[in-house]
């Protein structure tokens, strides 16, 4: 723990030494290793070092759900439209809260394009929500660890305050949790590989945040 609070305790410290402010806002698809493919948006918040090198703080949200329907009986195509009666079986969903320290590196390629790279790292909380209806039970796991996700793409100038931008990123991390001891006395953990690829669009905001 100790060991966390000074790592966030000295990007907050490199953060309030850099001077011209910036703000992310992006929003996307995460494909991780042992969940279904979801929703990936973000907020990041920092100071730009140079004209090229920025550092900020960034908050993200992985979604995804499931649903495991069955049918029952035949279809009714009697009328204009065909009905389905279907029952729930199984409702499963996931969010994820990613946070990072992250620096950035924007470089000019052409006057209207840049090149844009990002490279973070941190901790991720995973929250796992299962209701069974056939055995009527439900059930929430909690799960965390540490974080990084690498990202390359391109930007935009849309005015001389604001940029748009796309990029394709790797998000890794595989957050855990205790999973008490075997009969022999063993340590167990439960894992969920969250590692995988992502694509996302975003705004990047000059002179606007902390």
Request: charged letters at 15%; aromatic letters at 14%.
């Given at each position: 723990?100790?060991?966390?609070?000074?790592?966030?305790?000295?990007?907050?410290?490199?953060?309030?030494?850099?001077?011209?402010?910036?703000?992310?806002?992006?929003?996307?698809?995460?494909?991780?290793?042992?969940?279904?493919?979801?929703?990936?948006?973000?907020?990041?918040?920092?100071?730009?070092?140079?004209e090229n090198v920025?550092?900020?703080?960034?908050?993200?949200?992985?979604?995804?759900?499931?649903?495991?329907?069955?049918?029952?009986?035949?279809?009714?195509?009697?009328?204009?439209?065909?009905?389905?009666?279907?029952?729930?079986?199984?409702?499963?969903?996931?969010?994820?809260?990613?946070?990072?320290?992250?620096?950035?590196?924007?470089?000019?390629?052409?006057?209207?394009?840049?090149?844009?790279?990002?490279?973070?790292?941190?901790?991720?909380?995973?929250?796992?929500?299962?209701?069974?209806?056939?055995?009527?039970?439900?059930?929430?796991?909690?799960?965390?660890?540490?974080?990084?996700?690498?990202?390359?793409?391109?930007?935009?100038?849309?005015?001389?305050?604001?940029?748009?931008?796309?990029?394709?990123?790797?998000?890794?991390?595989?957050?855990?949790?205790?999973?008490?001891?075997?009969?022999?006395?063993?340590?167990?953990?439960?894992?969920?590989?969250?590692?995988?690829l992502g694509l996302?669009?975003?705004?990047?905001?000059?002179?606007?945040?902390?």
């Amino acid at each position: 723990m100790l060991k966390k609070i000074s790592f966030f305790l000295l990007a907050g410290v490199t953060l309030m030494w850099a001077s011209d402010r910036i703000t992310e806002f992006s929003v996307g698809m995460l494909v991780p290793a042992d969940a279904e493919k979801g929703f990936y948006g973000g907020l990041n918040m920092g100071r730009m070092v140079d004209e090229n090198v920025g550092v900020s703080f960034g908050f993200n949200v992985y979604r995804s759900s499931y649903n495991k329907k069955s049918q029952i009986g035949e279809k009714d195509n009697t009328g204009q439209i065909v009905v389905s009666t279907k029952q729930y079986e199984l409702q499963q969903s996931a969010t994820a809260l990613p946070l990072f320290f992250q620096l950035h590196y924007v470089g000019q390629i052409t006057p209207s394009l840049d090149l844009k790279v990002t490279g973070g790292i941190g901790y991720e909380l995973l929250w796992n929500s299962i209701t069974n209806y056939v055995t009527q039970e439900d059930d929430t796991q909690f799960f965390s660890g540490f974080a990084w996700h690498l990202g390359a793409g391109v930007s935009i100038p849309i005015s001389r305050a604001a940029d748009f931008y796309g990029e394709a990123f790797y998000h890794g991390g595989v957050p855990s949790q205790d999973g008490g001891k075997t009969v022999e006395g063993l340590p167990v953990i439960s894992e969920v590989d969250m590692s995988g690829l992502g694509l996302r669009v975003g705004v990047r905001l000059y002179g606007f945040g902390f």
